[in-house]
């Protein structure tokens, strides 16, 4: 499994840093100064600039070790540009994060110390970041080490991009704006649609009495939207196309029974409800559970509309140790709807006269596989003549970190 973190505008930072004019491969005194510079502040003995592209991770300039081109799961950098913060972590071996990264691992090369700041483009865009390593635990840096550290991080990116800087592009990046505007309205009108369904049926059903569990379906809805419009309004930017983790604790228990008290009607009117698989896992989790609850509710919404009879939500933990979130229903995807275009941002899986009305997933997929790569996990969907499951696969760290 993928061992780092997906930024959520991930499309438009990378069309930034490949639009930076001063970005080669091609190494400068200057860089190597700035790299001599940081290790000695804070006393480790390699430094390096990195350039955190698509799948790999290079180097502008490296000082202490040698260092070519490496996949993104022997980075930490790409942990580093999930923020505008600097990340520091006083022993690799003893953050849940990282104790089995192969940097880290028996075998490797058995890094310790990491502290780095990300280099932010004047697009506002994360191209990588400054960082200093050593084969020892440290203690964590001072305020004023880290603060000229972030100073060594705008001078690599004014050396790159002109002093003083040239902006890459003055105008905004219209289809980071596009994307996330387009994911964000899809994020809201999924508890809209459970709220709106909840209230409809009441209104329906008004002169047989009070259905309790669709107005607690519709009351949590509500307060799940209000959570949300403050999470976007907090944790995004509309400019660059980022949204931010709000990460805490929760109980993996609650996050999957709120799932479960979802009583909707399906595409053939019935009311719908979802049963708890027997024996799913329980425990503290590390996570932002607004967003999860989100993706969780988007796959529920679609199985009930377009899947078969039953549906279920289960949690558990697989062969490698991750943890699994599934919505599976006992319907079937049509025989021409492709998996592997269900993927694709805006892609309902071809044609919707292809679409089996007893099984489907939605525009729901493109925004949940967004946040679960933003939480370093991964979405994959399974489909056999019997169900269709939509899993979450989300890293063992997270339940070790809670």
């Known amino acids: 499994m993928r061992t780092y973190p997906i930024p959520f505008n991930e499309e438009a930072r990378l069309r930034s840093v490949f639009a930076v004019p001063g970005l080669s491969e091609a190494n400068a005194g200057v860089f190597d100064a700035i790299c001599e510079a940081t290790r000695k502040i804070l006393d480790c003995p390699i430094a390096h600039i990195s350039v955190v592209e698509g799948d790999t991770q290079w180097y502008k300039s490296v000082v202490g070790i040698e260092l070519g081109r490496m996949p993104k799961n022997n980075s930490f950098c790409t942990h580093t540009i999930m923020s505008g913060k600097p990340m520091v972590v006083p022993d690799l071996s003893k953050d849940p994060r990282f ?5 880290v691992a028996e075998g490797g090369p058995g890094a310790r110390f990491y502290a780095g700041v990300p280099l932010v483009l004047s697009s506002g865009q994360r191209l990588g970041s400054l960082c200093v390593l050593d084969l020892v635990p440290h203690e964590a840096p001072s305020d004023h080490q880290m603060s000229i550290l972030a100073d060594l991080g ?5 050396a790159l991009e002109g002093v003083p800087p040239r902006p890459v592009d003055q105008t905004k990046d219209e289809g980071a704006k596009t994307t996330f505007i387009t994911l964000i309205g899809h994020e809201l009108r999924t508890p809209l649609t459970i709220l709106f369904g909840s209230l409809q049926l009441l209104e329906a059903m008004a002169e047989r009495g009070t259905n309790k569990a669709l107005v607690s379906s519709a009351r949590k809805s509500g307060e799940h ?4 419009v403050e999470t976007i309004i907090a944790y995004s930017n509309a400019a660059t196309g980022e949204l931010s983790l ?4 929760c109980e993996l228990e609650g996050i999957v029974e709120g799932v479960a008290e979802l009583v909707l009607p399906g595409a053939d009117g019935e009311l719908k409800t979802i049963a708890v698989v027997d024996g799913s896992l329980t425990g503290p989790i590390f996570i932002d559970p607004d967003q999860i609850k989100l993706a969780l509710h988007a796959l529920a919404l679609n199985a009930i509309n377009h899947g078969g009879q039953k549906t279920t939500v289960g949690s558990r933990i697989d062969a490698s140790g991750n943890i699994e979130l599934s919505i599976t229903d006992d319907g079937r995807l049509d025989e021409n709807v492709e998996l592997a275009a269900l993927y694709e941002p805006f892609v309902v899986g071809g044609s919707i006269n292809n679409r089996d009305t007893r099984g489907g997933l939605g525009l729901g997929l493109p925004l949940t596989r967004k946040l679960v790569e933003l939480h370093g996990g991964e979405f994959e969907v399974q489909a056999t003549e019997d ?3 939509a899993i979450i696969r989300l890293p063992a760290w997270r339940m070790r970190t809670a």
């Open 246 to 249: 709000n990460e805490r604790v």
């Open 225 to 228: 939207l209000m959570g949300l």
């Open 154 to 158: 705008k001078a690599v990116v004014a």
């Open 387 to 389: 169900c269709t499951a």
């Open 99 to 103: 104790e089995a990264h192969p940097m």
